[in-house]
């Protein structure tokens, strides 16, 4: 296979790859990205126990790096309520 095919493949193999990811953006200016699944689950867990305060906190990383992101509009509702959702949790911890 000659160099073209190969950065032809590879393109196919990171856009498969990242088709299932959000992207989001520190207030500093710092991206990261988040598998879609991992952030529903953060929405799910922050949710659930914002409306259940005697239930475990959820923790995790993803969960602290969601709550450094800006809720900006180019995430879109899912987006921005799961960054809200994770600000809110974490702030929650910390009382």
Avoid: C
């Amino acid at each position: 296979m000659n160099r073209r095919g190969q950065l032809q493949r590879l393109a196919a193999l990171e856009a498969a790859r990242n088709v299932h990811r959000m992207y989001f953006r520190t207030a500093a200016g710092r991206t990261f990205s988040l598998d879609i699944g991992d952030v529903m689950a953060i929405v799910m867990d922050g949710l659930g126990w914002l409306h259940d305060p005697t239930a475990d906190p959820p923790r995790s990383r993803t969960l602290e790096a969601l709550a450094t992101a800006v809720p900006d509009r180019e995430l879109g509702l899912i987006g921005q309520t799961a960054v809200l959702a994770a600000q809110q949790v974490m702030e929650e911890v910390k009382r």
